[in-house]
C-alpha cells in the first residue's frame, strides 16, 4: 500500500477506504468499490463526483492528485473516496454540501481539538494590520472519514474528522481554523492502541490549511477470530499470520482560499490477515 | 510500514520459524513411514492402520467427515479452490468464495495431512487434522508454516467444522445452523 507525503494541497494518497457498513466489494476488473461512505449516507446538494488518475512509482505505490473541488462560500462539505483501482492507480470521490442539522448529526464536533491561529472577526489574524469587511468573511467546514472494512463487512477502524476553516476577501488568507478528528474501533475486538489526534497547519503563506487527523490502532485478535471461524481457509487466505495486526489511518483534509477542499490519505495496514481487509 | 514484531501462537501445535520452510526433518512425520518399518518388522497393528487412513482415495469416500475434511484443506492449497467449494455447504460457499478469492497459490501449501481425530456432536462434526500448512508473508515475502501432530489440537488453524446434511453427507461449515 501506498503511503502518502504530507503537504498542503498535494498529497499521494493510497488505497485506503472511506466505507462505513455494509462491506466494500471489489469487482473482476479491480475496482473496489466502497458502498456506503459518510458523504454517500448523506442527502447532499451541489453533489459531483470526482475521477483521479495518478502514477504508480518504482516502490509500487499509487500517487494519486487529490481532488480539490470548490465549494461555496460559507457552506458545509462532505467529501468521501468511492472507489479505488490499485491497479489503473486511479481513484473516484463523491463530494457535496450537507446542511448545519446533518452536520451535527455527524457526531464530529467533540473530541482532541487541533487548532490554529486566533479566530478571524474581521481583521486577518495572520497578517496583522489588514482590516477586511466583515461582509466577505466566509465560514466553511469539511468532512471526511476513512475506514477499514473485513469480508464479512464490518468496519474495524475509522478515523472521521471535521475542519472548519475561515476565508477572508480580499486577501485570500486563511485564518481561524479548528479540527475535530473522531477515531473509532470495532468493539467486540481487542486492541491495543492510541486516542485520535489532529494536528493542523497552515501552508503557502496563509491560502490554505490542512487538517492530519491519525489514529493508530493495534489489533490483538482480528487473525485469532477468523483462524476460529475459518480454520485452514485462514490460513491459506492470510498473509503475515503470527505477526501483530496494526491499522493506522492517516487522513488529510484542507480548506483553501476560493473557497475549496482537499482530501486525501495515506492509510496503511499490516500484519496478520491485514491483507483482507479494504 | 511497521509489521509489529513476530508473535508465536500459543497452541500446543508449533509454529515454525520461516528458515525451516524446507527443513522437512521438523515436519511431522506421516505415520504410515512407521507402518512401513512396521511391515518390515511383520508387525502390523490396527493403530497403524487407521492412522493411515489419510492414504485413502477421498474422492471415492463422501460420508467420512474426516476424510472430507482433508480433501477439502488439500484442495485449497493446492489452488483446486472450485473443487473445495463443493464440499462446503451451499449456504456458507459465499464465505469461501470471499477468503479463498485471496489465497496466493505460490506461497500456500498444504502437506502430510491427516485426520487426526473426529468429533460429533448432533449434525456436527469437528476434524482435527494434522500435517503442515503454510501461508504467505509479504515481509520479507515468502511462506510462514506451522504443523500439528497432536491429534487433540486446539489449534483452530487444524479444525474443520463440518454439517451433515438430510441424505447424510457432509459439508465443510464456517457457521452454525448450515442445513
Known amino acids: 500500500m501506498s503511503v502518502g507525503t ?153 478515523l472521521a474528522e471535521n475542519l472548519s476553516f475561515n476565508y477572508i476577501e480580499p486577501s485570500g488568507v486563511i485564518g481561524g481554523n479548528s479540527a475535530y478528528p473522531v477515531g473509532y474501533h470495532w468493539y467486540w475486538d481487542i486492541w491495543g492502541g492510541a486516542a485520535a489526534t489532529s494536528n493542523i497547519s497552515i501552508h503557502d503563506s496563509g491560502l490554505d490549511v490542512v487538517a492530519n487527523g491519525y489514529y493508530q490502532q493495534t489489533n490483538v485478535d482480528f487473525q485469532m477470530i477468523l483462524l476460529g471461524l475459518l480454520g485452514p481457509l485462514a490460513v491459506a487466505s492470510c498473509t503475515d499470520l503470527g505477526q501483530t495486526t496494526v491499522f493506522t489511518h492517516d487522513l488529510f483534509i484542507g480548506g483553501a482560499a476560493g473557497p475549496k477542499i482537499a482530501y486525501s490519505n495515506a492509510d496503511s495496514k499490516s500484519g496478520g490477515c491485514a491483507n483482507l481487509t479494504h | 510500514m511497521d509489521r509489529g514484531r513476530q508473535r508465536r501462537h500459543d497452541y500446543e501445535s508449533t509454529v515454525e520459524p520461516k528458515s525451516s520452510n524446507s527443513d522437512k526433518r521438523t515436519v511431522n512425520f506421516c505415520a504410515c513411514r512407521r507402518a512401513s518399518l512396521l511391515v518390515l518388522g511383520l508387525v502390523m497393528s490396527a493403530v497403524v492402520l487407521a492412522s493411515c487412513a489419510n492414504q485413502v482415495d477421498t474422492s471415492k469416500v463422501t460420508k467420512s467427515p474426516g476424510l472430507i475434511a482433508v480433501s477439502y484443506v488439500r484442495d485449497i492449497f493446492s489452488g483446486h479452490v472450485t473443487q473445495a467449494e463443493e464440499l462446503v455447504a451451499p449456504s456458507q460457499r459465499k464465505i469461501f468464495r470471499e477468503f479463498a478469492s485471496q489465497i496466493k497459490p505460490g506461497l500456500v501449501s498444504a502437506t502430510h495431512v491427516g485426520v487426526g481425530s473426529v468429533r460429533i456432536v448432533n449434525k456436527t462434526a469437528f476434524v482435527i487434522l494434522t500435517g503442515r500448512l503454510c501461508s504467505g508473508t509479504t515481509n520479507p515475502p515468502g511462506s510462514h508454516c506451522m504443523s500439528n501432530s497432536n491429534r487433540r489440537s486446539n489449534n483452530p488453524a487444524f479444525e474443520v467444522k463440518l454439517a451433515r446434511s438430510s441424505n447424510g453427507t457432509y459439508f465443510v461449515i464456517y457457521q452454525p445452523e448450515s442445513f
Open chain 1, 6 to 158: 504530507a503537504g498542503a494541497f498535494g498529497h499521494s494518497s493510497s488505497a485506503a477506504s472511506t466505507t462505513t457498513q455494509p462491506a466494500s466489494t471489489t469487482s473482476a476488473n479491480g475496482w473496489t468499490n466502497y458502498n456506503d461512505t459518510l458523504a454517500s449516507l448523506q442527502a447532499l446538494t451541489d453533489s459531483q463526483a470526482i475521477k483521479s488518475s495518478g502514477t504508480i512509482d518504482s516502490s509500487g505505490n499509487c500517487n494519486l492528485s487529490n481532488p480539490e473541488p470548490p465549494i461555496p462560500n460559507g457552506t458545509i462539505a462532505i467529501i468521501s473516496e468511492t472507489a479505488y483501482n490499485p491497479a489503473l492507480c486511479q481513484a473516484t470521490y463523491l463530494q457535496g454540501l450537507i446542511t448545519p442539522t446533518a452536520a451535527s448529526s455527524l457526531g464530529i464536533t467533540s473530541g482532541p481539538q487541533g487548532n490554529v491561529g486566533a479566530p478571524a472577526t474581521g481583521t486577518n489574524a495572520l497578517t496583522p494590520g489588514i482590516v477586511v469587511s466583515p461582509l466577505n468573511e466566509y465560514n466553511s467546514q469539511v468532512f471526511s472519514k476513512a475506514d477499514y472494512v473485513d469480508p464479512p463487512g464490518i468496519t474495524i477502524t475509522s
